[in-house]
Structure formats: C-alpha cells, structure tokens
C-alpha cells in the first residue's frame, strides 16, 4: 500500500500554489511575443546546446562533438579577430596603454580621436543616442568613398547591431489607430528578425518568393504578385531587401536592383536595405552595389525614395557579434518623423560605445603607409578568401548528394541546400507533429552532432524542404562536417526510401 | 523686376516634391512613438548642445562653458574608471596583453575564466540570449552574498543596461487582444523612462505620488488611491518601485518595504524593482535592502511574489554608462511565461558581452588577499565618499536658498528640490505656452549655462515647480554650479516678483 503521509507536503505545496495563481500567465501575456519565432535560436539550438552538456557529464554519444552551423557567428566557430580592431578598443578601454609603447602610432592615434569626441574622454560615458558625432561622420565618409555620392552624417544612427537598428525602423511604421495593419515585403526565404519582430510589433508580413531556379534571384512578377495578393488585408509601406541574401547566398545584380528600385517607386514602398553582407562577396563577377548608390545614379525620381539601409560590425571579415556594433542610415526620411526617430533611441539612451567604436574601425581601417597597414590587409583578405574556399567547398559537396541540390554561394555566410525528402520521412514528421525538415534536421543533429536551421524557419515554397548551414567551421572541421553529413543523409534516406 | 528664370529650377523641384509625398509621415506613423517623451534628453539638452557649439565657434556667452547636471552620467563629469573594470576589459579585448606582465594575476585569471565561457574564447561571438553563462552564474551568487538567500542563474538575464531590461519585462504585459489596457503603478516623480515606455508599448500609467514632506516616501495610502481611482480605466498589474529614487534620492526602510510588499500581495501586482542605485547611499542610517530579500523575509505567501529586479554597471560607484551592462533577476515567474520572455530575448541575438563583462567586474570584484583588491577598494570607498560629499553642498546650499526646498539626498544620484516661482514666472510662462519650471530651466539655461531637467519631464504634483540636477559636476565645478545657479536665482526672483 502506498503510504500517503509521505505526499502530503508536495499536495500542501499544490495547494498553496492554486491559492496563488501567478499574476503573468501565458493567457494574458503579451500575445505577439507569444507568437515571435526565432528559428536561428530555437528547439534545435537548446537541444544542441543540452547535448553539449550532455556529453560534457559523460553521455556516450556516436560523435566527441557539436558542430554548430546554425548561427553566423565567426568567431565561435575559430576566425580569429582582426588586431587592428581589438587594439583600438584595448587602448580606449584602458587608456594608459597608449604609453607604453606597444601599439603603433596610427592605433592610438585612431583611439585618441574617438575619446577626445567621448563624454570625459571616457567609453564609459553615454554618446549621444545617434552616436559618437565623429564615429557618424567616419562612417559618413565610408559611405561617400563606397558609393561615390555624398552622404549626410547627420542621417547615420550608430545602434546595437543592425538587428537594433531593423527594429527601430520598423517600429516607425506600427500603426495602432488604423484598422489595417501595415504590410511589410520581406524575402521567403528570410531571415527570421524580420518574421520575428513583424510578428511582436503586430505589423502584415507580405512574403514574396526568391527565385530557387534562377539562384534565388528577385523576380518582378513575385515582387507584383505578392504585393497584389496583400493588398486586401493590409497597408503595404514597406520593403525589405537582403542582399547578399540570407539565408540563400545571392548577391543582386545592378538591374536587378533598379528594376526593385522603380517597383518600390511605383508603389510607394520605404525601402529597407539590409547589406551586412556587403564585404561578404566570393561569386566571379559578382559585386556589391548598394541601394543608395544605385537610386542616386538613376535620378529622380527614384532618387527621393525613402531608404534605410544597414551595416555591422558582426558580418563581413571583422565578425564581430559579441561587441554589437551597427549603423542605419536613413535618406530622404520626412524631418519630423526622423526627429521622432531619434527622440525614441533617446530613450534607450543609446547603444554600446565599445560597439560604435568598433564600428569606427570597420568605416574608417588603417590607409596604405600606415603602420597598421599591411597586417590589417593580410588579416582582412585571408579571411575573406578563406571563407570564399569554404563557400566553394560546402555548396560543391552538397549539390554532390543525391537527394540534395545547393544553389551557387554568391555572398553572405549560408548554404540554403534543397533536400528531396522521401515520402516515408514525411509522413514520419507529420506523426510526430514536426515538419519535415525539422525531423530531418533534429535527426541530424541526434545521430550526428552536426546542428543546422530547418528551412521552415526561414520559409520555403510549400512542398519544398531545406535547410541552412553556415559557411564558418574552419577548414578541418568542416570537412568533418561535410563527412558526418554525408554518411547521416545516405543512412536517413535508406531508412525513409 | 525679378528675373523669374532663377526661380525656375527651385520651383521645378517644388513641384517634384509634391508629386512624391513621404511614404512614412507624421500622420501615419506609429502614434505611441509620438506620444512619447523623454525629457532626459529632452528640449533642454538639445539646446544645450547647441549652446555648446555655439561657444565653440566664438559665439560671445555670460559664461565660458554649459555645465550638464541632466544626466546620471558620471564619467561625461570627470569621475575616473575604476582600474579593475578596465585592466579585465582590455585584457579580454585584447588577450596578448595577459602575457606581457604588465596585469596582475587576478586580473588575468578573471579575464581567462570569462574568455573560456566565450565561444572560441572570443568576446566578439554572440553570447547565448540570456547571456555568458559563468557570468550570469557570479551574478546569482553576489545576490545569495548580498541578501542571504539563495539566487538561481536560470533566473538571471543579463541585458544592455537596466533599461533595456525593464522594457523586456514591461513588454510581457501588452495585451493587445484585451479592450483594457494594463496598468503599471509608477511613482510621480518617476525616471522617464517608464513613462516613455508605457507610451510606446500604450500600456496604462498609473501614477502614485512620493510624499515630498515625508522625504519622498512611499504611502499606503496614496498607493491604495492611485490604484482605486485607476481601476475602472486599467487593469493594473503591475507596481513599479525605484530605490534608491530617481530623480528624488530617497531610500526605504525595511518596514516601508514591507507595506508596499503587502501592498502588492494584496492586490496582485508583479513587482518591478528598479535597483540601481543601490550602491549609492549616503544619508545616515540608510541601507539598501532589496525587495527580494524582505520578500523572502517575509515567508508565505509574500515570498511567492512575482518580482523581477534589476542592476545595472552605469550607477553605482562604477559609473560605467556606455559600456551598456545591466542584469534582471525574474523570481516566481510563471515558466511558460519565462520561456517566452527568453525566446524574445533571442530575436535580439544578445547583449553586449563587453557589458556582460562591465557586470561581471561589478558583482565579481576582487577579494581581500587578491592583488587587485587594495586599489579597487581605495578607488570605490573615494567615489562613494565623493558623491556623499557633493550629495551633502547640494542639498545643502539649495535648501539654503530662500524660494527653494530640497529633500535630504539619502541616495542615488539627483536632487529634486522645489521651486518657489512667483505668479509672474508662471504667468510668463503661460504665455510662452510652456511649462513654469521648463521656463525657469531654460532661463538658467541661457543665463548661466546651467543645464537642468525641469520637473515637469518626471510628474509632481500640480502646482508645485521642481528640477532634477546630478549631484556628478566634480567639487570645484559643483561648487562653480552652485555659484552660477544661486546668483541666476536671485536675479530671476527679483525679475517676477
């Protein structure tokens, strides 16, 4: 007989409990964050980082490690950071190193020039919620030399990385008085802050498809289809562009962005540039043209579309995430909103001085016959080509396996591979109430250790199944990836065939 | 007569300029980021700024600098960096330098055990959303060390600064699918940010008046009557307390706590505590007790409150603002509820790790033996000592002043004391169509280069006229500040009287 003095405490305990129901419940929280997906972030990555803590403790498992290939975060994955930057920020954290004699002439000089514009000469002082005055002109400058227009430091906010800056730009466009909601373009696939924050700030996300045939190219016709499509349900004001694309790797063509460009003119669209993966380029004949240049070059009107376009210390050959550094720069805003703009970041205070200076360092690197020079160069330039082999090597493996086809890595960081999943494995999935590629991506992970995004995180044609990997395991690891995926994929689809 | 043809061009574009109006405008964007005000950052300063230019380009002024006492910001005011904090941050930035013996050893070994729980022992890799797991582990046990209780790092966030903290834990309670707003008790005067965010996220701002002739102190009664009155319009869930005050610089006592603690029990709010200031007290006899300590004190069912607590690396006697650390403790959170929160917490990729670190330093300091403690010590015991000193001439030399009052500064940051001004002030000040105390601020402004935060920014009582100053101007400027200001005053009473 079970002895049931032993449960009386925990049933006294359950009851004290209904006498205290909790005054924040999931009922009446916040339902849009209820809703918020963050894929990149989500299930698999807290199951990835359980088994790390499993086989830390002991846990026998077919595989010694994790190979995290969900997030696009360089240096965890062994890209060593770029002196220059971290010298900078040394001797602006601790300023007495600039006596010592160790770093050279144009570092500290770099470092002086951002404190003398610092509160106190100190990192440790707030900026202005725009940001350090001569970090916003250096990246001013950036601009102007990249573009060869000119370009307004009073137009740059410096924020927490480009996420915080998409955030606050789309903040602007919540329209609470309105019955309709506003409708925002975003890429299928996407990168999930757009789907995410769409979905917390209670906005209309307006899918439009990328192109897979055409290596995830931008199509007028999608761009008209998905706009026409919305235009019942909601306001549509805005369109988000990635390029180079995440998740999908392509990097768009000048007449691809001018055909963008007259859409988004034709339909009176705030165009939202997202291009941290400028410095991200590995594609013969491919090149980065950003927005801005190209509407400057085309004249009016075009010239006069609202634009907001974003960079970060995080992408690029720096991959810098941890520091959180970004900009936005935003043209030909209405002065009133842009006043209101700012009055918002005013209450956030404003973002990390370490991160802004970071930043700096990214806009304004060392010049040819500074001492700084030439290390920065080689640094910069090996880390790009060597992501550039990495690139080459995960999308020829990958388009090698039967059962799976990877388009061209033109930029960015990401393989988005198409996986042909056989019907058996779906019909799995469905039983277990998963999607396909998240079964498909979470057995992976299981027997396999390898952790990748389903590509229902990112959204896909239905029907369709994919995946994202990055590109950033250093060489000998990746290449361990690349083994341990192949064998995973012939066995899943012997098991499911 | 006019050579119309010059005009031409300036008309042609005139004319472009209304067949393209703005697609995001004062009219339709988001009306909650109108609302919002923040007068930290507000009018005044903008001024000021300007002032300061102004004077830089040669512009002839009665004084040769703007002092600013707008904001807690105590670097931009000459206070030092502690050498700790910065000796730990250099060497993460920076990690050759561990090897150049120039740091002592505990400073290196604190910078190694952060760097290993970095991912590739990297302060540029995104730390997990919640934050760098050794650190949100040394937070928890410097609340079991502080409040003796036990504190679980499950139950730590670490976030860009407190505030960034607050709107997280603020924004769980829209609830857009309810015709009721949710209210959230705050004090009047209140740190605007809460007002600011309540606005942005349309939440309900009930407010409770400090007692200004009880030191600014909490009262049941008023609490029970800001809550009666608000209950038709709000559902109010939340109570909102600031200890050490800010802007009014008192501390509660544990027997004050207690009440407001029943208070909240009573009535089932969530308790938000903003902490921050809780390094910094000076008047005699006052302590810092944390509401999740008294709450534990207490015992059932007080201990089952919801409360979420925050700290932060910008006050204190570190003062480090810029480097944008903080933390927020949530106890007895429903963990449905929690988990949301954490997803949330995702889509924004993570804090700073920089200002992770800054946090670190703080709840992880050196200890008595270690070769860093004596001047970490020394440099935190003269801050305290400091800001005591300058809390003492303010307090004393505004009570002094005949049509001013001013509340001892128990602790935190500002004085809040009240202006007297004369029926002709006020009257001129209506006509201006601007607040009194905004007119009087501004004047001070414009006279004297005194830049202040006119009461109006925070709440009082109708009626009554008050500023915020810091108490963060060094001795020699505090004392230059209060010379200016007493002589601007006289002059202005003498003009309205």
Same mark, same amino acid.
């Given at each position: 007989?079970?002895?049931?003095?032993?449960?009386?405490?925990?049933?006294?305990?359950?009851?004290?409990?209904?006498?205290?129901?909790?005054?924040?419940?999931?009922?009446?929280?916040?339902?849009?964050?209820?809703?918020?997906?963050?894929?990149?972030?989500?299930?698999?990555?807290?199951?990835?980082?359980?088994?790390?803590?499993?086989?830390?403790?002991?846990?026998? #498992?077919?595989?010694?490690?994790?190979?995290?290939?969900?997030?696009?975060?360089?240096?965890?994955?062994?890209?060593?950071?770029?002196?220059?930057?971290?010298?900078?920020?040394?001797?602006?954290?601790?300023?007495?190193?600039?006596?010592? @004699?160790? %770093?050279?002439?144009?570092?500290?000089? *770099?470092?002086?020039? +951002?404190?003398?514009?610092? @509160? @106190?000469?100190?990192?440790?002082?707030?900026?202005? !919620?725009?940001?350090?005055?001569?970090?916003? /002109? *250096?990246?001013?400058?950036?601009?102007?030399?990249?573009?060869?227009?000119?370009?307004?430091?009073?137009?740059?906010?410096?924020?927490?990385?480009?996420?915080?800056?998409?955030?606050?730009?789309?903040?602007?466009?919540?329209?609470?008085?309105?019955?309709?909601?506003?409708?925002?373009?975003?890429?299928?696939?996407?990168?999930?802050?757009?789907?995410?924050?769409?979905?917390?700030?209670?906005?209309?996300?307006?899918?439009?498809?990328?192109?897979?045939?055409?290596?995830?190219?931008?199509?007028?016709?999608?761009?008209?289809?998905?706009?026409?499509?919305?235009?019942?349900?909601?306001?549509?004001?805005?369109?988000?562009?990635?390029?180079?694309?995440?998740?999908?790797?392509?990097?768009?063509?000048?007449?691809?962005?001018?055909?963008? +460009?007259?859409?988004?003119?034709?339909?009176?669209?705030?165009?939202?540039?997202?291009?941290?993966?400028?410095?991200?380029?590995?594609?013969?004949?491919?090149?980065?043209?950003?927005?801005?240049?190209?509407?400057?070059?085309?004249?009016?009107?075009?010239?006069?579309?609202?634009?907001? !376009?974003?960079? !970060?210390?995080?992408?690029?050959?720096? @991959? =810098?995430?941890?520091?959180?550094?970004?900009?936005?720069?935003?043209?030909?805003?209405? /002065?009133?909103? %842009?006043?209101?703009?700012?009055?918002?970041?005013?209450?956030?205070?404003?973002?990390?001085?370490?991160?802004?200076?970071?930043?700096?360092?990214?806009?304004?690197?060392?010049?040819?016959?500074?001492?700084?020079?030439?290390?920065? %160069?080689?640094? #910069?330039?090996?880390?790009?080509?060597?992501?550039?082999?990495?690139?080459?090597?995960?999308?020829?493996?990958?388009?090698?396996?039967?059962?799976?086809?990877?388009?061209?890595?033109?930029?960015?960081?990401?393989?988005?591979?198409?996986?042909?999943?056989?019907?058996?494995?779906?019909?799995?999935? /469905?039983?277990?109430?998963? =999607?396909?590629?998240?079964?498909?991506?979470?057995?992976?992970?299981?027997?396999?250790?390898?952790?990748?995004?389903?590509?229902?995180?990112?959204?896909?044609?239905?029907?369709?199944?994919?995946?994202?990997?990055?590109?950033?395991?250093?060489?000998?690891?990746?290449?361990?990836?690349?083994?341990? %995926?192949?064998?995973? *994929?012939? #066995?899943?689809?012997?098991?499911?065939?």
């Amino acid at each position: 007989m079970i002895n049931v003095s032993v449960y009386r405490r925990p049933i006294f305990a359950a009851a004290m409990y209904a006498q205290q129901p909790r005054i924040l419940t999931v009922e009446n929280m916040n339902p849009n964050v209820k809703k918020m997906e963050y894929a990149v972030r989500g299930p698999l990555v807290i199951r990835a980082v359980n088994i790390e803590k499993e086989i830390a403790n002991g846990t026998k #498992k077919p595989f010694k490690s994790v190979i995290k290939a969900n997030i696009g975060d360089a240096h965890a994955m062994g890209q060593r950071p770029i002196t220059f930057f971290r010298e900078v920020l040394a001797c602006v954290t601790f300023p007495p190193l600039m006596q010592t @004699g160790q %770093f050279p002439k144009d570092v500290i000089d *770099h470092a002086k020039t +951002i404190l003398n514009d610092c @509160g @106190g000469c100190s990192v440790g002082s707030y900026s202005q !919620s725009v940001g350090v005055n001569i970090i916003r /002109k *250096h990246v001013a400058e950036f601009i102007s030399r990249r573009d060869d227009i000119s370009s307004d430091p009073e137009n740059i906010l410096l924020c927490g990385g480009a996420s915080d800056g998409i955030r606050n730009i789309l903040k602007l466009f919540v329209n609470k008085n309105s019955t309709v909601k506003t409708g925002v373009m975003v890429p299928i696939p996407q990168y999930p802050l757009y789907s995410a924050t769409i979905e917390e700030y209670n906005l209309g996300l307006v899918g439009y498809y990328l192109d897979e045939q055409k290596n995830w190219g931008i199509t007028l016709n999608e761009l008209e289809r998905a706009l026409t499509e919305s235009k019942k349900e909601f306001d549509v004001r805005v369109l988000c562009i990635i390029n180079p694309g995440n998740p999908t790797g392509q990097v768009l063509s000048k007449e691809n962005i001018k055909e963008i +460009i007259r859409f988004a003119h034709n339909h009176k669209l705030f165009i939202l540039a997202d291009e941290v993966y400028q410095d991200n380029i590995y594609g013969d004949g491919c090149k980065f043209h950003s927005f801005r240049k190209i509407m400057s070059e085309m004249g009016q009107p075009h010239s006069e579309i609202e634009i907001a !376009s974003f960079y !970060s210390v995080s992408k690029g050959y720096m @991959g =810098e995430c941890g520091l959180r550094g970004g900009y936005v720069e935003v043209v030909n805003m209405d /002065k009133d909103v %842009f006043a209101h703009l700012k009055k918002m970041c005013s209450a956030k205070l404003c973002s990390t001085v370490i991160g802004q200076i970071a930043m700096d360092c990214a806009v304004n690197p060392p010049k040819q016959g500074d001492p700084s020079y030439e290390l920065w %160069f080689e640094e #910069k330039t090996n880390t790009i080509k060597s992501l550039k082999e990495r690139a080459m090597l995960v999308q020829k493996v990958y388009d090698s396996i039967k059962g799976i086809s990877c388009n061209p890595i033109q930029g960015a960081m990401y393989a988005f591979p198409q996986i042909m999943l056989p019907e058996k494995a779906i019909l799995k999935a /469905k039983a277990l109430n998963q =999607e396909a590629d998240f079964f498909y991506a979470m057995q992976l992970l299981e027997s396999c250790g390898v952790c990748v995004v389903p590509g229902s995180g990112f959204g896909q044609k239905p029907g369709t199944y994919h995946f994202r990997t990055t590109i950033l395991p250093q060489l000998p690891l990746m290449k361990e990836m690349m083994e341990r %995926f192949t064998a995973f *994929h012939e #066995k899943f689809m012997q098991e499911f065939s």
